[in-house]
């Protein structure tokens, strides 16, 4: 069992910046991929960003550039987002996926919000 809680989020004005942080705990041990997702009014929660061990980080198209996802040696993921848009408004959730020989499981954290707005 992995349990997460991100924080981090707030109100911010266009082009301003977060960081977004998510604290696993349990078998952090287990997990293999580590990732951000969000979710804006209306919509569907897409990807954002993901990191796994050893490989590079992947990005949505629309936040390369602007956003950096980084993961330490211990239990903790972060989102750092700069530039922000107006778009990138929505409740921001930590992923991670934890494998046991062939079982794929997959976490969540709580959300938290981001506002983007002048």
């Known amino acids: 069992q992995v349990q997460l809680v991100d924080s981090g989020g707030g109100l911010v004005q266009p082009g301003g910046s977060l960081r977004l942080s998510c604290a696993a705990s349990g078998s952090i041990d287990t997990i293999y991929v580590t990732g951000w997702y969000r979710q804006a009014p209306g919509k569907q929660r897409e990807f954002v960003a993901a990191i796994t061990p050893g490989d590079s980080p992947t990005y949505a198209d629309s936040v390369k550039g602007r956003f950096t996802i980084s993961r330490d040696n211990g239990n903790m993921v972060y989102l750092q987002m700069n530039s922000l848009k107006p778009e990138d408004t929505a409740v921001y959730y930590c992923?991670?996926?934890?494998?046991?020989?062939?079982?794929?499981?997959?976490?969540w954290g709580q959300g938290t919000q981001v506002t983007v707005s002048s």
């Open positions: 992923n991670a996926v934890e494998v046991v020989g062939s079982n794929f499981t997959d976490y």
